[in-house]
């Protein structure tokens, strides 16, 4: 049982390139999210999606898009990197509903430089 | 708004007791706890929901103040396996959009 799965690990880009990170989830969870994490700022919420087919922004949306390719995989897309989006992503999935109460599990990271 | 983690960071010996603090402006349906070591993902400690139930095993625990909006998170004669930072996340409706997580609390434990 892999949980949840990010790719690549590590990534270094120049600003203007784009790329888009990968994630997949095996616990047939209907929800899932993308967090940034900065030094002092904790986990930030970039986008999540409560379903397959629905995604919707959280706290740190710009510079980002992301899509919902089936209910497994959430992926999140820079267009344009910049310097301000060096960062370590994290994936992220639950079960969402009213009958749970569920811990998110956490992908290992995606360490990102953008030079 | 993310919740408020208290104190930033702490240093204690192995075997002393440590209470970490998660208060927020909001009001909260529940609580989630995690700690994150250096370069790892973070790691699910314990939820806690409405109704000021505490969890937790016998030397880490929590409690949560849903009138206050505060949890807290207690360890209890700490190992050295306890270091890392700790976090506490916050959803204020039972619905999909995520937690918001506080900045952490550093915790260091030395032999």
């Known amino acids: 049982n892999a949980g949840v799965t990010q790719t690549p690990k590590f990534q270094v880009l120049k600003t203007g390139q784009s790329m888009t990170l990968q994630c997949a989830q095996d616990?047939?969870?209907?929800?899932m999210y993308w967090y940034r994490q900065d030094p002092g700022m904790g986990l930030r919420l970039i986008y999540y999606?409560?379903?397959?087919?629905?995604?919707d922004k959280g706290e740190v949306p710009n510079g980002y898009n992301v899509s919902r390719l089936n209910k497994r995989e959430f992926s999140l897309r820079l267009e344009s990197a910049a310097p301000s989006q060096t960062s370590v992503y994290f994936c992220?999935?639950?079960?969402?509903?009213?009958?749970?109460?569920?811990?998110?599990?956490f992908g290992n990271g995606t360490r990102l430089t953008v030079t | 708004q993310q919740p408020v983690q208290s104190p930033q960071a702490v240093i204690l010996r192995e075997g002393e007791d440590a209470v970490i603090n998660c208060s927020s402006s909001?009001?909260?349906?529940?609580v989630h706890w995690y700690r994150q070591k250096h370069g790892e993902a973070p790691v699910f400690l314990m939820i806690?929901?409405?109704?000021?139930e505490q969890k937790g095993h016998e030397k880490i625990s929590a409690s949560f103040n849903e009138k206050k909006q505060q949890s807290s998170l207690y360890l209890t004669a700490s190992q050295l396996s306890y270091s890392g930072t700790y976090f506490c996340?916050?959803?204020?409706?039972?619905?999909?959009?995520?937690?918001?997580f506080g900045k952490g609390t550093h915790l260091i434990i030395q032999p």
């Open positions: 992220a999935s639950k079960m969402t509903g009213t009958r749970y109460n569920s811990p998110l599990h």
């Open positions: 616990m047939n969870h209907n929800s």
């Open positions: 999606s409560a379903s397959e087919g629905t995604t």
């Open positions: 909001k009001a909260l349906y529940s």
């Open positions: 806690l929901l409405k109704g000021g």
């Open positions: 996340g916050t959803e204020s409706g039972g619905g999909a959009d995520g937690l918001t």
